[in-house]
């Protein structure tokens, strides 16, 4: 059966470190990996996806995300966080297995928390 | 250019209640979806539209929940008869072609059932 792991309920990081955000996933095809940001009150937001081809993906607000296919992972990382990056992350994978299947299982979201 | 759109934002309904949530995608989107998130979870598939046809409803938890496309454009989602345990969130997702294209959200319906 597919399914997403994000390991942490929350990640806390100073401004200007490092920051990831962790998400394992089990599918029986190829995965297609998504990241999508939540802030409150508003919808989700799409951040980066991996399809094929180099395993570093980069997308939106200064997010990457690496696919390790051996350790079935699929990190966010941001070099140097910022406050605003506070909000709430879901990872998501689509199991590849020809056409009919159009379902993303979703993790159960990391909060970040930047502190100033 | 116009996100998409959900109404209402919000809902209040009595057990037993019939509810309707409609969702406007973005235009020209071929993909609609629509999930449920309950508090402190992620989203959970319940249905997928591609043009009218609804192509894949495995999602849906029981036959008190219907959802329709008829003009390829707007759905809407029915609940009949709701219950405490349909509390959530229902969120609706456009995306613009069949393969594997981000999907873009509206800001969700909060339905609460008293």
């Known amino acids: 059966a597919q399914s997403v792991a994000q390991p942490e309920d929350q990640v806390n990081v100073a401004e200007g470190n490092p920051l990831t955000v962790k998400c394992t996933y089990s599918v029986s095809g190829n995965p297609y990996l998504f990241w999508y940001v939540q802030y409150p009150n508003r919808g989700l937001q799409f951040l980066l996806k991996y399809i094929t081809g180099d395993n570093l993906v980069k997308g939106s607000y200064g997010f990457e995300a690496e696919f390790n296919k051996s350790q079935t992972s699929f990190h966010l990382k941001k070099p140097s966080a910022l406050v605003s990056d506070s909000a709430l992350y879901f990872c998501?994978?689509?199991?590849?297995?020809?056409?009919?299947?159009?379902?993303?299982?979703w993790g159960a979201g990391t909060k970040l928390i930047i502190k100033p | 250019g116009a996100g998409v759109s959900q109404s209402p934002r919000y809902k209040v309904a009595k057990r037993g209640q019939d509810v309707a949530l409609r969702c406007d995608p973005i235009?020209?989107?071929?993909?609609l979806f629509w999930y449920q998130q309950a508090l402190g979870q992620g989203p959970e598939f319940l249905t997928y539209f591609q043009n009218e046809a609804q192509l894949d409803k495995s999602g849906l938890p029981s036959d008190r929940f219907f959802a329709e496309r008829p003009e390829g454009s707007v759905s809407t989602l029915k609940i009949q008869r709701t219950q405490q345990e349909d509390s959530a969130v229902y969120l609706c997702?456009?995306?613009?072609?069949?393969?594997?294209?981000?999907?873009?959200f509206g800001p969700g319906t909060r339905l609460t059932v008293t």
């Open positions: 998501a994978v689509r199991d590849f297995r020809g056409r009919g299947n159009y379902q993303l299982i």
């Open positions: 235009s020209g989107h071929v993909s």
């Open positions: 997702a456009s995306s613009p072609g069949t393969g594997v294209h981000e999907q873009y």
